[in-house]
């Protein structure tokens, strides 16, 4: 009996410590973590990030700063963030870039948020190459600041580009907060006259062009030459193909020319944001809840949407359901895309507040971060309120949160840096190294769908097709077909010779059994014959 005691006092503790645990991960990690399966199903998985700090302006030393001559009203503002829209890192030197838009400012800081490497940006001044008179704004502070990018050129000279909503330009400058150019409202009959020029959101090629993203162009980004010269549109989206685009194709064919001038225009939505990998390729998302068509792109110099001939463009990003409850859609919308050194693309969706991490093929790998419980109003680390911005630096995420005034920091977790040593090793063609890591993958999550395509590949590489259709069947499609193809073409030559042997004997008897068929004709008829006379 006391035997008994002992156990049940054992497994009790072991539930207790199990629960303790389950309650402190849950501490630490305030969302579930899940994918989805081949058919597009949610299933629940192992997180790929998880949260590793949260930053606000007293972290990055905001508060200890000299506001002595602000307003007092001002100067509890200022302590603080007020509502951040962007972020850029400068993968080469670390340096961290924030707009912070309520306060009309820049801060420039590093990775750790260190206050005494915190600088802040608030005023600009002309110089030598740039001077006021060649101005069309003639300000140098800036008015409520929506985007971010800085570029390097070869001679080491860094360039700093603000996307200046109120003050309608993009502005140049260098670290010695000189104004070096400014990009402003086209002049060119080819841009509208009656569009407004409020640059929300700024990229800049390797030649330093400038792509400006501008809400009410629906062309595509407006695109500048580095001397500021407006080189026309760049990446424009297609038109949805909705009941009523196709309508309007159908009365066109009928409709007089009178008619056709006076229907209604269909045009594409405008890009919400974009972002540019190292090879040069621009990737752009288009933060829309109802629209299928593409929503990201990855852009060649021509402006053509690459995904397309791969195939991509039709995939859903995001969350694969839409959602209504009461009234309102909770579908996806990204709101912003960010392309990592490995090619990784991180999508942020402004509806859910979560970030989507794909490979470079679009296979999805983790979904982390949600919007905060109505009573919680994301207080809790790895919620948010209000999502604008997402960034990736030596493998962390930071996310932007608008409301809440803060910069949220994913790390990697084992799971995470082993999906992702995989990955690498496959795309390397290192196919058998890869195996290993799939294979630890699915001891950890079973239901992690892409390590069977990763063991799937790695097996058909080995050309052991029979084990490679094994784990392609319900994960993949195309591998499975592929397997299936070496399989029977394997299948063929290993048997050719008894497959021959069997066809000739099959020939053989069918020549022998028509031969003696005949002659049964030929004596019945004979005998028939014989019968009459």
């Known amino acids: 009996m006391s035997i008994l005691k002992k156990l049940a006092a054992a497994a009790l503790a072991a539930v207790v410590s199990l629960t303790a645990l389950s309650v402190a991960s849950s501490a630490d990690e305030p969302y579930t973590g899940y994918n989805y399966d081949w058919w597009g199903d949610p299933i629940p998985s192992q997180n790929g990030f998880v949260v590793d700090r949260v930053i606000d302006g007293s972290d990055m030393g905001l508060d200890k700063l000299d506001y002595s001559d602000k307003s007092s009203s001002m100067q509890e503002q200022l302590k603080n963030l007020a509502e951040p829209s962007d972020i850029f890192i400068d993968q080469k030197f670390g340096k961290f870039y924030v707009i912070d838009s309520k306060n009309n400012r820049l801060i420039i800081t590093d990775e750790n948020f260190s206050p005494e490497n915190t600088k802040v940006v608030e005023e600009l ?4 190459v740039f001077p006021e ?3 069309t704004i003639k300000k140098t502070t800036f008015k409520n600041p929506q985007g971010v990018y800085v570029r390097t050129n070869t001679d080491g000279l860094t360039l700093i580009y603000v996307a200046d909503y109120d003050n309608n330009r993009v502005v140049a400058f260098n670290e010695d907060l000189e104004i070096a150019m400014e990009y402003v409202r086209p002049s060119s009959d080819v841009f509208d006259a009656d569009k407004t020029f409020n640059p929300k959101k700024v990229i800049v090629d390797s030649a330093f062009n400038v792509y400006v993203i501008v809400p009410s162009i629906t062309q595509g980004s407006v695109q500048f030459s ?10 424009a989206n297609r038109v949805e193909a909705t009941a009523e685009v196709i309508a309007q194709q159908f009365w066109k064919l009928i409709y007089t020319r009178e008619q056709i001038i006076a229907m209604r225009r269909s045009v594409a939505i405008s890009i919400s944001n974009l972002d540019i990998d190292d090879e040069g390729f621009i990737y752009t998302v288009t933060e829309n809840k109802t629209a299928d068509t593409d929503v990201l792109k990855k852009l060649n110099p ?25 009234g309102t859609n909770y579908a996806s919308a990204i709101t912003d895309v960010d392309v990592d050194s490995e090619g990784n693309i991180y999508l942020l969706d402004f509806a859910t507040g979560r970030v989507f991490q794909y490979t470079d093929e679009c296979d999805l790998l983790f979904i982390f971060g949600t919007k905060g419980f109505k009573n919680s109003q994301g207080t809790q680390k790895g919620t948010f309120r209000s999502v604008a911005a997402v960034e990736t630096y030596n493998g962390k995420v930071y996310v932007v949160d608008n409301i809440k005034n803060s910069i949220t920091v994913f790390r990697q977790t084992e799971f995470g840096s082993i999906v992702q040593k995989a990955i690498k090793l496959f795309n390397e063609g290192l ?3 890869a195996k290993a890591p799939w294979e630890e993958v699915l001891r950890r999550d079973a239901n992690y769908w ?3 395509i990763g063991l799937g590949n790695a097996y058909l590489n080995q050309n052991d097709y029979a ?12 591998g499975y077909n592929r397997a299936f193809k070496s399989f029977r073409i394997e299948f063929i030559r290993a048997n050719f ?11 053989v008897g069918l020549i022998i059994l028509s031969y003696v068929k005949k002659n049964i004709r030929k004596k019945k008829k004979a005998a028939a014959e014989g019968g009459t006379e």
């Open 125 to 128: 001044k002309y110089g030598q």
């Open 133 to 135: 008179s060649q101005s």
């Open 226 to 235: 580095a001397d500021g010269m407006f080189n026309g549109y760049y990446g």
């Open 302 to 326: 021509a402006g053509t949407n690459i995904f397309i001939n791969l195939g991509y463009s039709d995939y859903t990003y995001g969350d694969y359901a839409t959602r209504y409850y009461k």
């Open 431 to 433: 196919y058998d190294e």
């Open 450 to 452: 892409l390590a069977y």
């Open 467 to 478: 084990t490679a259709l094994s784990y392609f069947y319900r994960t993949s499609r195309s």
């Open 497 to 507: 010779t008894w497959m021959l042997i069997i066809v000739l004997v099959i020939v």
